[in-house]
């Protein structure tokens, strides 16, 4: 995944698997430093100012560096407000958010020459969106499903997710033994999201049949490795372009995704 | 599957299923057979001979042929005695009648000279199959199923299973429709199977998103066809040899494993 002479940059939300992922590097002696991505979400209990104050109180107790990104402050708007505004959103700003957290946090890492970008996607995580693309045969996205994403393009930066043999509960246990401080609320917006009722499925069937979970995601990668699938994961073989507004690797053919939701928010005002 | 020309024979347990297709398929007017296996199941309930008997009335009232096997005639004693002689019972029938009935269900319609051999399998039940296979990631299981299985060798005959696209719920409407007198009760082995949990996970799904069953297998076979997977079904590859028992196609190098079976319980005796 990486070794210890590649500087790490790890994306941070001030949620239970994210800070004990950091806290686990921090104590191997990895280099590391955090990305705290403010999404201007309060939903009535200041979602994104709570996060934000943990994810600085856990950095600044232990003398690591953490960067921020503030949505509101580059783009004017909070992720809700920009989801509301285009059509991308659809009363749900999830892709919006998603859309934008991947774009930021790979230019983040690219011009501050951060070798790897990782995450806390915990081993629940990762099985409800197999269970996901499984349940619907998506082709396309179950044969690009890993915990490594190497970087195939040229200002992709490789993203690989360490947590993704742990359950949810085990790095819960983590962060209360070692006494880390995080938010407890899930993302407000993630109420009714099919993640969630993918893992409550998942979780029924690991009441039933303990390590079903582990069982199903580590199963499913063997029999990727062992060459189960046909179908080369797209991403490898797509011609990417270059963005000409941010100069990320876009697979559009004019600007990429993101920009194009931004100039569509400027459109609106 | 099958033309207006082939004779086909029909595995009938005396189950809406079975019944269903059988009266569906006669009144299309395909040339049709049945073949009921008379496992000795009682179980307190008589199930074997009740079934039957229902397999029977039904055959008689359309003037259609039932072939009957007998498995305590042909072998001394019943599926669940067989079971609890041999190792492979383990306290479970169902891995036994399977294997005998596969074993029998081939060697009466290769005798008869039926070019295909059909059984009532609905939706439910192949998308059971499927979700436990997918749910272990087992390539090998997962490559081979669909409601056709060619005879990829000589001695093996066609199987189909015309009623994969048809929810249990739908066949039971039409037993009740057309008045068909079918044994309501399931196996009594069948507590506890695990395709049985694997069938209430997707009623939850089903429930919770009318059409997600469906979805789930039609959308496995579009993936196979649109070529997801690198890996061949095996059963075209493997040589296989016959049996000198039987004289019925088998993998083993000697014996078939149904021939084995019943040699090892003449030897418990």
């Known amino acids: 995944m990486f070794s210890r002479e590649?500087?790490?940059?790890?994306a941070v939300s001030g949620g239970k698997d994210s800070l004990s992922l950091w806290d686990i590097l921090w104590r191997l002696g990895y280099i590391t430093a955090g990305l705290y991505i403010g999404l201007g979400i309060d939903a009535g209990i200041a979602y994104s100012t709570t996060s934000q104050q943990r994810a600085e109180n856990f950095a600044e107790e232990r003398g690591l560096i953490l960067?921020?990104?503030?949505?509101?402050?580059?783009?004017?708007?909070?992720?809700?407000?920009?989801?509301?505004?285009?059509?991308?959103?659809?009363?749900?700003?999830c892709s919006v958010c998603g859309l934008t957290?991947?774009?930021?946090?790979?230019?983040?890492?690219?011009?501050?020459d951060y070798r790897v970008l990782i995450t806390g996607h915990n081993l629940d995580d990762e099985a409800a969106v197999l269970f996901a693309n499984t349940i619907n045969w998506l082709s396309g996205y179950i044969v690009r499903q890993g915990p490594v994403l190497d970087a195939h393009h040229p200002g992709l930066v490789r993203k690989v997710k360490p947590l993704f043999r742990f359950y949810e509960r085990e790095m819960a246990a983590y962060a209360l033994l070692r006494d880390i401080n995080y938010v407890y609320d899930e993302c407000p917006y993630a109420i009714g999201a099919k993640s969630i009722y993918y893992k409550e499925i998942l979780n029924t069937l690991e009441n039933d049949r303990p390590g079903a979970k582990l069982n199903f995601?580590?199963?499913?990668?063997?029999?990727k490795d062992e060459g189960l699938f046909a179908i080369e994961d797209q991403r490898n073989l797509v011609q990417l372009g270059t963005c000409p507004t941010c100069e990320q690797p876009t697979s559009a053919p004019g600007e990429c995704a993101f920009c194009r939701l931004i100039r569509a928010m400027d459109t609106v005002n």
């Open 6 to 10: 590649d500087p790490i940059l790890i």
């Open 67 to 93: 960067h921020t990104f503030d949505i509101v402050q580059n783009y004017k708007y909070s992720i809700p407000e920009i989801a509301n505004r285009t059509r991308r959103g659809k009363g749900k700003p």
């Open 101 to 112: 957290k991947r774009q930021i946090m790979n230019r983040f890492a690219r011009d501050n």
């Open 217 to 223: 995601y580590l199963s499913f990668l063997r029999a």
